[in-house]
Structures are given as structure tokens and as C-alpha cells.
């Protein structure tokens, strides 16, 4: 999948930029930070259900997909969310947390003091479906993150690339 890490103290998220099939590197480049109307939104999980979660984000109707993800609203505040039952539902974060393959690693090395920086860092040492290049996001520069390429854009939809 991916590792996606938010450090509550430094208001910080960081994400890997790895993208894979079941058996293949496709990208150590990818960007996982998207823009919907309200906000951005980091999300993990398959490329269809990623692509699924971003078009129908406004109407909040999704079909039965497995998908989590942070969101920051217009506010700055995030929120870890999941899709459950076709609705989306959002839970304020006020804890370091992590979500994708690489969570586990991520949460530990947070909980043992390290930035979502080094969190996601030592994650691509520990979990196979994490890597690439790190990006690095501040809650408080969020009118920045649009130069860093966090447009909202519509995923190539391929049956057999998976996006972690």
C-alpha cells in the first residue's frame, strides 16, 4: 500500500511517493496528496479505489470500498477517515497516526519520538510497499501545497496497477 504519517505536535503529514502492482515497482515518484473542493485529501489504498474516493467526494456516495485516508479541511483542521457502508465518516486527529502497509513502523517510531519525517523514513526500511522519495506537508502552509503539485487530478485507471 503506502505509509502515510501525521505528527500531531509539528501539525506535519509525510507520505511516500512509492507506487507498485502486486509485483512490480511503478513509480518511486508518485503524488499522493490530492485536492477536493473542501480541502486535501491523502489517501491509501487501490488506484480505482483512490480514483473512486476523489470523483465522488462532494456527493458522499461511494459504492463498498476499502479505502482510508486524511483529510484537511478549508479550516486546516485533519481528520482520519473511512469509507464504510458507502458514506464517508471523519474522526478529528489530535494523536501522531498513521494508515497504509507501512502504518505499524510509522506509529512506533512516532511513539518513540521521531518526526512523520523519520517515521515514514524508517517505514521504507521495514514495509515492502513503501518508498521513494518522501513528501513532507505542514498543516500551517497549506495554501503552498498547490506549488508542490497537490491538484486534484484524475487517476489513470488500470485493473492490474494497484496504488499503495
Known amino acids: 500500500m503506502t505509509t502515510i504519517a501525521y505528527h500531531h505536535p509539528s501539525q506535519t503529514i509525510c507520505v511516500d511517493s512509492l507506487t507498485t502492482t502486486s509485483q512490480s515497482i511503478v513509480t518511486h515518484d508518485a503524488q ?6 473542501n480541502g486535501f485529501i491523502f489517501a491509501s489504498g487501490n488506484c480505482t479505489e483512490i480514483y473512486h474516493l476523489l470523483t465522488n467526494w462532494q456527493k458522499n456516495c461511494f459504492e463498498a470500498i476499502g479505502c482510508t485516508f486524511f483529510f484537511i479541511n478549508k479550516f486546516d483542521e485533519i481528520f482520519y477517515g473511512e469509507i464504510r457502508h458507502g458514506k464517508r465518516f471523519l474522526e478529528p486527529l489530535q494523536v501522531n497516526w498513521a494508515i497504509g502497509s507501512g502504518a505499524n513502523w510509522a506509529i512506533a517510531a512516532m ?11 524508517y517505514a521504507c526500511t521495514r514495509d515492502k510497499s513503501t518508498g521513494g522519495k518522501v513528501h513532507s506537508f505542514c498543516l500551517k502552509q497549506t495554501t503552498s501545497w498547490l506549488s508542490l503539485g497537490c491538484t486534484k487530478k484524475h487517476l489513470e485507471v488500470l485493473p492490474e496497477v494497484k496504488h499503495f
Open 111 to 121: 511513539d518513540f519520538g521521531k518526526s512523520a519525517l523519520e517515521a515514514v523514513q
Open 32 to 37: 499522493k496528496c490530492q485536492r477536493v473542493h
